[in-house]
Every structure is written in structure tokens, then in C-alpha cells.
């Protein structure tokens, strides 16, 4: 469905049994730059139109990490308010996109996932991941806060966990971790064995009452109907942040690591 080659990719494969596979990649460690934002947002969108679509399970490519986050080369080019908030809306777009596609989408989280990487985690209905699917909120330790994709962290994990994860950006937590505060359902030993779980688990999902699973994706994201507005206007707060001093010295001294 789509295919972005500049700089990564988004690619959908759909499979006999109905299930669309949405796969990002990026050669700086799976990272979403805004083109590839927009990508998923089309994917999702698309997957769920698709009427032979039965579900939809999001993944990235084959990398040590799941996803990094959002780009720091876009984040570094910001010098305005209004390209600051345009930047930091792309994973709320993407977000609202999960939440309002109509069929129901399970991660799969091989490896480690930062900031955004976490947000689209927790966009996801069902979250499988392996061992080495560590998490980390980084966003405070150059200068700004995971507001964008806050609501989604905290809808999953709650109030005191997305606390934790928010204030030690610095602090790796596990996927044992993640798994009981809530943000992963299932978590394996090895990559095969998330494999072959999430092939049983969608196979299963397929076979269910397509209408059934309609209603139950909209219980589960009862009471979210104002993110459209929330998450656009979260954006606004890090996009103001991203042109402080102290965040533009924090991402040189990032970088220099």
C-alpha cells in the first residue's frame, strides 16, 4: 500500500489470512522523521479501509531497536513556533490514526524502544514484545517532555508509572517491566518465540466476527474521542520548549556523545 524509499521505508503486506503487516525502517536506528510519520498515518488509514483487512500488526524492520524516536536531524532544523508544533504533532497524528482505525493492532516490539517508539507502543490494542524490548521516556533530558504521546503512555501503563518513566529519562526500564505496569500484554525470551506467538495470536484474530472486534476496538478507546485536540495541542507545549537555550544546548551536547 505504501512505499517510501527516501531515507526508510513504510511498506504494508497483507497476508492470505487477512492480516496487514505496516513495517517502518530506518537506517538510524529506526527512527520516524516526518515523512515517515505521515507514512504510517497513510498505512494505518489504508488498513483500515481495506475491507479484507482482519487486523493489523505494526513492526519495524530488522534492527537492535524498534524504534528511537522521533528524528533529531528535524528536531535540531526547528527555528520557528509553528515548524516546532508541526514536528511534535506527527506522532499525534499517528496516534489518532491507531485510535481511529477500526481494526484492531498489535505491536510487535523486538527490540528497544525510545520516546516515540514507546507512544506507538502504547497506540496499539494488544503489544507483544521480546526480552530485549527495554523502554525509556528520553524526551526530558533534552529539554522537553513526552507530552505529545503522554496520553497513550499513561492511558496504558497509568498515572504513577508514566511518572517514573517521564522523570528518569535516563533509566532504561525492562520488558518484564513493561509488561506488568500494562504496555506490553506478552513478553518472550527469544524473537522466534515472539514470532510464533504473534502468528498463533493473529491467526486466532482473523477468525473471529470481524464486527465483534469493531466494537470491542471502540470500548477499548472510550473516553479518548478529545485526542485529536489534546494531542495537537501537546505539540504546541514541546514545540515551544524545542526552541529554549537549554534544550538547544542540551541536543549538541547529545549529539557529541
Same mark, same amino acid.
Given at each position: 500500500?505504501?512505499?517510501?524509499?527516501?531515507?526508510?521505508?513504510?511498506?504494508?503486506?497483507?497476508?492470505?489470512?487477512?492480516?496487514?503487516?505496516?513495517?517502518?525502517?530506518?537506517?538510524?536506528?529506526?527512527?520516524?522523521?516526518?515523512? &515517515?510519520?505521515?507514512?504510517?498515518?497513510?498505512?494505518?488509514?489504508?488498513?483500515?479501509?481495506?475491507?479484507?483487512?482482519?487486523?493489523?500488526?505494526?513492526?519495524?524492520?530488522?534492527?537492535?531497536?524498534?524504534?528511537?524516536?522521533?528524528?533529531?536531524?528535524?528536531?535540531?532544523?526547528? %527555528?520557528?513556533?509553528?515548524?516546532?508544533?508541526?514536528?511534535?504533532?506527527?506522532?499525534?497524528?499517528?496516534?489518532?490514526?491507531?485510535?481511529?482505525?477500526?481494526?484492531?493492532?498489535?505491536?510487535?516490539? =523486538?527490540?528497544?524502544?525510545?520516546?516515540?517508539?514507546?507512544?506507538?507502543?502504547?497506540?496499539?490494542?494488544?503489544?507483544?514484545?521480546?526480552?530485549?524490548?527495554?523502554?525509556?521516556?528520553?524526551?526530558?533530558?533534552?529539554?522537553?517532555?513526552?507530552?505529545?504521546?503522554?496520553?497513550?503512555?499513561?492511558?496504558?501503563?497509568?498515572?504513577?508509572?508514566?511518572?517514573?518513566?517521564?522523570?528518569?529519562?535516563?533509566?532504561?526500564?525492562?520488558?518484564?517491566?513493561?509488561?506488568?505496569?500494562?504496555?506490553?500484554?506478552?513478553?518472550?525470551?527469544?524473537?522466534?518465540?515472539?514470532?510464533?506467538?504473534?502468528? =498463533?495470536?493473529?491467526?486466532?484474530?482473523?477468525?473471529? =466476527?470481524?464486527?465483534?472486534?469493531?466494537?470491542?476496538?471502540?470500548?477499548?478507546?472510550?473516553?479518548?474521542?478529545?485526542?485529536?485536540?489534546? &494531542?495537537?495541542?501537546?505539540?504546541?507545549?514541546?514545540?515551544?520548549?524545542?526552541?529554549?537555550?537549554?534544550? %538547544?544546548?542540551?541536543?549538541?551536547?547529545?549529539?557529541?556523545?
Amino acid at each position: 500500500m505504501n512505499d517510501i524509499t527516501q531515507q526508510g521505508y513504510v511498506r504494508t503486506q497483507l497476508t492470505a489470512d487477512g492480516i496487514a503487516h505496516i513495517e517502518f525502517f530506518h537506517p538510524n536506528h529506526n527512527s520516524l522523521p516526518s515523512l &515517515l510519520l505521515q507514512g504510517l498515518v497513510d498505512a494505518f488509514a489504508a488498513a483500515g479501509q481495506e475491507p479484507a483487512v482482519k487486523a493489523v500488526v505494526l513492526r519495524s524492520a530488522e534492527h537492535k531497536t524498534f524504534c528511537s524516536g522521533a528524528s533529531f536531524d528535524e528536531l535540531v532544523a526547528i %527555528r520557528d513556533l509553528e515548524t516546532g508544533h508541526a514536528f511534535f504533532s506527527g506522532f499525534g497524528r499517528v496516534i489518532n490514526a491507531m485510535r481511529q482505525c477500526p481494526k484492531i493492532i498489535v505491536g510487535r516490539i =523486538h527490540g528497544k524502544a525510545v520516546g516515540g517508539g514507546v507512544g506507538l507502543a502504547a497506540g496499539t490494542d494488544y503489544c507483544l514484545a521480546s526480552q530485549y524490548a527495554s523502554v525509556r521516556l528520553s524526551e526530558l533530558a533534552v529539554g522537553f517532555g513526552p507530552f505529545v504521546i503522554g496520553p497513550a503512555v499513561e492511558r496504558k501503563v497509568g498515572t504513577s508509572a508514566f511518572s517514573q518513566m517521564a522523570l528518569n529519562p535516563d533509566e532504561w526500564q525492562t520488558a518484564a517491566w513493561a509488561k506488568d505496569k500494562g504496555l506490553f500484554q506478552e513478553s518472550f525470551d527469544t524473537v522466534e518465540q515472539l514470532d510464533a506467538y504473534l502468528l =498463533h495470536f493473529t491467526q486466532k484474530l482473523a477468525s473471529y =466476527h470481524p464486527e465483534a472486534l469493531l466494537e470491542l476496538k471502540k470500548i477499548f478507546w472510550q473516553g479518548t474521542e478529545h485526542w485529536d485536540t489534546l &494531542l495537537y495541542e501537546r505539540a504546541a507545549i514541546s514545540g515551544r520548549l524545542a526552541l529554549s537555550d537549554f534544550t %538547544r544546548n542540551a541536543i549538541e551536547s547529545f549529539k557529541k556523545k
